[in-house]
């Protein structure tokens, strides 16, 4: 039986109630600012724009990209079952990297705000037999709303980071009737259970990072020639998913760099692509020459920095650079995963703000498989030596790939415990085909 629910959850429900009033105003600033599809605006009011499929449907939901892209290995899994999927996340970017990477039979739609009329709405409609939340992306409304309803549901990947967990210490009734709602709470570390434990969490087990069993980004095949023929016979550095602040960082490097590899390339990809243009003013006032990839521009003999501001790209960009820098670490942003570039043989520089890959970057660290640099210095020294030290490059990557492989598994501990989930829908698909 559910715990009742707290006066701050009920004080929430009352308020976004209330709020769902303004939601044309939130909705008409978010399509200015690029943050929403016009053509699918109706979906963040729980109005569904395809039909329900017939039988058993799982229903995933993930807030962007990054979680998105997590669970793509147990997509196919339970495709491969016969199960329909239904899955929902909260950014253009994450919807269009969906259409780009996933099967045409993957439904997906925009998680609704957390309003009760639109939750319900949503839930109304597709009436999924199992919901699986990535990471921690909770919201309130939906789960009470789907707890109420009986749904079985079941955190995965769960992440509770160093700058979450005090903060929901000091609302601890809150949490814990919101993890309470939660049938099986599977995280990705003994640090995370720990906190999950703490917080209220039931049934909590550590079936590790998902990320880590992902496969590697797939690459156009024609443009990935053309890119190696155009830079052939030049060093490259890429740095991926870049945030505010960091490239400057790196275009400096560059300079200093560019003094002993003179043919030096440093492509520069922005985790948000729409920044491009400001990263190519930046770059063009320092006198530096940049070419931008989204101007279906190619970097030619005398482009010093390439800026890939286009989706979905990265695996293209990794299978071109030996030597990746992972973006979101020179400033405090938690870092961006390292096993895509890791698994397409990638040696791996980072910042010292990882937080969101705590347990990672420790082991590469550890191992040799990844570099810290605290600072531009650090930056510089370290590129310039896996740049001139192929040895040093190769025990690099030879490092990173053992952490991976033996930090991998997540994706049979996280099936073998939804087991019971998955074999109860599947009786249920079979007896709605008889």
């Given at each position: 039986?559910?715990?009742?629910?707290?006066?701050?959850?009920?004080?929430?429900?009352?308020?976004?109630?209330?709020?769902?009033?303004?939601?044309?105003?939130?909705?008409?600033?978010?399509?200015?600012?690029?943050?929403?599809?016009?053509?699918?605006?109706?979906?963040?009011?729980?109005?569904?724009?395809?039909?329900?499929?017939?039988?058993?449907?799982?229903?995933?939901?993930?807030?962007?990209?990054?979680?998105?892209?997590?669970?793509?290995?147990?997509?196919?899994?339970?495709?491969?079952?016969?199960?329909?999927?239904?899955?929902?996340?909260?950014?253009?970017?994450?919807?269009?990297?969906?259409?780009?990477?996933?099967?045409?039979?993957?439904?997906?739609?925009?998680?609704?705000?957390?309003?009760?009329?639109?939750?319900?709405?949503?839930?109304?409609?597709?009436?999924?037999?199992?919901?699986?939340?990535?990471?921690?992306?909770?919201?309130?409304?939906?789960?009470?709303?789907?707890?109420?309803?009986?749904?079985?549901?079941?955190?995965?990947?769960?992440?509770?980071?160093?700058?979450?967990?005090?903060?929901?210490?000091?609302?601890?009734?809150?949490?814990?009737?919101?993890?309470?709602?939660?049938d099986i709470c599977l995280v990705q570390s003994?640090?995370?259970?720990?906190?999950?434990?703490?917080?209220?969490?039931?049934?909590?087990?550590?079936?590790?990072?998902?990320k880590l069993d992902v496969r590697a980004p797939?690459?156009?095949?024609?443009?990935?020639?053309?890119?190696?023929?155009?830079?052939?016979?030049?060093?490259?550095?890429?740095?991926?998913?870049?945030?505010?602040?960091?490239?400057?960082?790196?275009?400096?490097?560059?300079?200093?760099?560019?003094?002993?590899?003179?043919?030096?390339?440093?492509?520069?990809?922005?985790?948000?692509?729409n920044r491009g243009e400001a990263i190519a003013?930046?770059?063009?006032?320092?006198?530096?020459?940049?070419?931008?990839?989204?101007?279906?521009?190619?970097?030619?003999?005398?482009?010093?920095?390439?800026?890939?501001?286009?989706?979905?790209?990265?695996?293209?960009?990794?299978?071109?650079?030996?030597?990746?820098?992972?973006?979101?670490?020179?400033?405090?942003?938690?870092?961006?995963?390292?096993?895509?570039?890791?698994?397409?043989?990638?040696?791996?520089?980072?910042?010292?703000?990882?937080?969101?890959?705590?347990?990672?970057?420790?082991?590469?660290?550890?191992?040799?498989?990844?570099?810290?640099?605290?600072?531009?210095?650090?930056?510089?020294?370290?590129?310039?030596?896996?740049?001139?030290?192929?040895?040093?490059?190769?025990?690099?990557?030879?490092?990173?790939?053992?952490?991976?492989?033996?930090?991998?598994?997540?994706?049979?501990?996280?099936?073998?415990?939804?087991?019971?989930?998955?074999?109860?829908?599947?009786?249920?698909?079979?007896?709605?085909?008889?």
């Amino acid at each position: 039986m559910s715990s009742p629910v707290p006066a701050t959850l009920r004080l929430y429900g009352r308020l976004s109630a209330a709020a769902g009033a303004l939601a044309p105003v939130l909705l008409k600033r978010r399509l200015k600012q690029g943050k929403e599809d016009p053509a699918r605006i109706d979906e963040r009011r729980g109005i569904a724009r395809l039909p329900r499929p017939a039988g058993p449907l799982v229903w995933i939901h993930g807030a962007s990209v990054g979680e998105v892209l997590a669970v793509a290995t147990l997509i196919e899994r339970l495709r491969a079952l016969n199960l329909r999927i239904l899955l929902t996340s909260g950014t253009v970017t994450s919807a269009a990297m969906v259409a780009k990477r996933f099967p045409p039979d993957i439904i997906h739609q925009y998680i609704p705000y957390d309003s009760p009329r639109f939750v319900a709405r949503f839930l109304d409609h597709w009436r999924p037999g199992l919901a699986l939340f990535i990471e921690s992306d909770l919201w309130p409304n939906l789960i009470l709303a789907g707890a109420s309803r009986r749904l079985p549901m079941v955190i995965i990947n769960g992440r509770m980071s160093q700058r979450s967990f005090p903060r929901w210490r000091r609302m601890a009734g809150t949490i814990a009737a919101l993890l309470g709602r939660f049938d099986i709470c599977l995280v990705q570390s003994e640090t995370d259970a720990e906190r999950f434990t703490v917080l209220g969490g039931r049934n909590v087990a550590v079936t590790g990072n998902l990320k880590l069993d992902v496969r590697a980004p797939p690459a156009d095949e024609g443009r990935l020639e053309r890119l190696l023929f155009v830079t052939r016979g030049r060093p490259v550095v890429v740095a991926a998913s870049t945030h505010p602040g960091e490239e400057e960082i790196l275009l400096n490097a560059h300079r200093t760099l560019a003094v002993y590899f003179p043919s030096l390339l440093t492509v520069i990809v922005p985790r948000h692509p729409n920044r491009g243009e400001a990263i190519a003013r930046m770059i063009a006032a320092s006198g530096a020459q940049a070419a931008r990839r989204s101007l279906e521009q190619l970097p030619t003999a005398r482009t010093d920095i390439y800026i890939a501001d286009t989706m979905g790209e990265l695996g293209l960009f990794y299978r071109l650079a030996p030597i990746v820098f992972m973006g979101g670490s020179l400033v405090p942003r938690g870092g961006q995963n390292p096993i895509e570039a890791i698994k397409l043989d990638a040696a791996v520089v980072h910042g010292p703000h990882v937080f969101n890959f705590t347990e990672v970057y420790d082991a590469l660290d550890r191992a040799g498989g990844a570099r810290r640099a605290d600072d531009g210095d650090a930056l510089v020294k370290h590129l310039g030596h896996l740049l001139s030290d192929l040895a040093a490059r190769d025990a690099a990557r030879a490092a990173a790939a053992d952490v991976v492989d033996r930090l991998g598994g997540a994706l049979e501990r996280t099936l073998a415990a939804l087991e019971p989930y998955i074999l109860q829908l599947r009786l249920e698909r079979r007896a709605a085909d008889a």
